[in-house]
């Protein structure tokens, strides 16, 4: 598979984090010729934070996940690339159990303190054999670079995807470090993809739950691919405290309102890199809602543009048919009145007022679509509720790599 | 645009309607070389029902109809094929008013009684002046064929669509013929695309539009392309009470079962022609949900299956992926239980009780997914709910229609 033509020039620098230790290993789930399990170690005093995927069908790894976040702390994290082992029985549930008891008693804690997440085909029960065998190589092998580990949790991803951020927190600066995977089954309002963080900040395990779920709701609940979402999806944030920084409580504590904007500009950054690597993406679609009656009715009508396969194939044609976004709009089931909505590509109004913008200048409209980076502003012209969701258009990549993709 | 592969072999044969004369003019609303403006006229005394689109931004066209339809009564009906005139501000109004007030002249009736239909590209207001030309062309035109009413109508359509169905009211048959035509934003939960439904029956205006009610929510709402809702969607219905029965006035006279039955066989004839022409679509798809908490959960799960991308991909690859159909019956929102779920293709069950069937027989599920009409059933085991709705599979051909369609 092709990079994605909007993929970044290159993975970024991203610093060690102190108290996180990767490695990678090949479990051999598929017959790919490549490392498939990735392995972090964290050490003791680890916090941890999650969101997971909202279907009703989840993988055994989330409800592991599920179960063991309460608790707040972590260990080690292991993620599986090729087999989702999701809707597998009882096998999936005694595979995760194998797992996570066998890391347990290497590393010597509790079976809770391991998390652990697999991506790839539904319905195949992931190999235990396998991943024991994994799992002990991983245990082996030498230190790995934040590349490796963003390319080994991999699955149809064309590039790995990473980001870094940083906070002051009392004088004490904390590194963040984020990597993640998907390109497809992505959609909205919910934690998406496999996604990884890692920060040296001592914060307590509520806290930084409180403060991933708001980056989440700016951030991966703002992506969208193709509407569809995954079993297994899961967000992962791991603390360790390395930093030395006075623990953070609560989010009036100094400092806290740092670290709450540096997760949510690395949550961006990373859920941003997803839709860059969409299934078939050729180009990159931001679409912002104006004057909706409150943030979540805006919210819900960019998802509902975003997810319209008309507008997304309008914009891979290069077509400024705005009149797509107005059905769109209409289908959203939010409050909306035709004669007040406005429409924009870049920074041509081609729509106002209920109609088309007599004579407006097509020139520059048809140069921002000839572009990578789409812009689509709709004005509801009702109230303050704003929204900005991001996706990429629909192509002939999509179905080459969706009706041929093996089961 | 080549026929749709999943077209009916011919046009069917349909009888006239007593009490309705068709007609079809040339307005030259777009450059195609064909009748684009199809005119009905009505005897005194026809009652007529509608459903329109949800969207909350629709045409003219449907805020005239939405007016019109609680008087009940109809002289005429317009409908032009190349400019939907949805979203032209005052203009698209004038359009709507004027075409009405000639045909009204012209028939010597209210201007309530004339209904008026839209389709084509959003933005363009409809000009005033070709349509008073085509109205003036189609009152002097001979009586149309059904066939040529059909294919008058069509947009993105490969085939022309019609249907006909009949009922015994006290010892009186009534004959029922119905025209539709939409193979793009077409979605699901309301009145879909644009169809005319014309019987000979003699009934009330309040009993017609309760059946039609009833008979859409087993037929143009269980269908979906792509999820999109146009702005002009209309399904209207008149009767013209020439077949001499004793009118209906409640669904408990004798007869009235008869004629609903008739007419929603009617709706569901049409409304799955509308998904044979699916733009692109290679697949007839018909999903049934069964063991769901209610008839309407049942019908949101087969939605949410209809409307993935992934599933809908999977089938266009003939790919027997029930992992995809997994995933779409989790994102739904609905009641579901992972280990009750079962699965199957065509006869074949292919997963049950939360996992793969072991060793299911794949050579008849691939032959199954080779064919044309495609089954897919999914069991929740957890009530008697129930639905059955129908789409067809995501191709390059979708693509190529809808990125390339001129705004």
Known sequence: MDRSPLAPASFPDLPPIAGVRIAVARAGYKTWDRADLTFAAFDEGTAVAGV????RCPSPEVEWCRAALPLGQARALVVNAGNSNAFTGNRGRAAVEAITARVAGA??????????????????????????????????????????AAATIMTTDTFAKGARASAMIGGTRVELVGIIKGSGMIAPDMATMLGFIFTDAAIAPGLLQAMLDSANRQSFSCITVDGDTSTSDTVLAFATGKAGNPRLESIDDAGADALQAALTELCLDLAQQVVRDGEGAS????????????????????????????????????????????????????????????IRFGGTQVASGGLAVEGYDEAPVAAHLK???????????????????WTCDLTHGYISINADYRS
């Open 107 to 148: 590393v010597r804690c509790k079976p809770s303190d391991i998390f652990v997440a697999s991506t790839g085909v539904i319905g195949v029960p992931l190999p235990i054999d396998k991943a024991e065998a994994g799992i002990d190589a991983v245990l082996q092998a030498p230190e790995a670079s934040w590349e490796e």
């Open 283 to 342: 180009k990159f679609i931001a679409i912002t809602v104006e004057g909706a009656e409150s943030d979540a009715s805006a919210q819900r009508i960019g998802m509902s543009i975003a997810n319209s396969p008309l507008v997304k194939t309008a914009i891979a044609g290069e077509d400024a048919n705005w009149g797509r976004v107005v059905m769109a709009v209409g289908k959203a089931g939010e409050p909306a009145e035709r004669d007040r909505l406005s």
């Open 371 to 389: 572009g990578k980076e789409i812009e689509i502003g709709v004005d509801l012209g009702l109230g303050d509720g704003r929204a900005t969701v």
């Open 52 to 55: 997971t995927t909202k279907s």
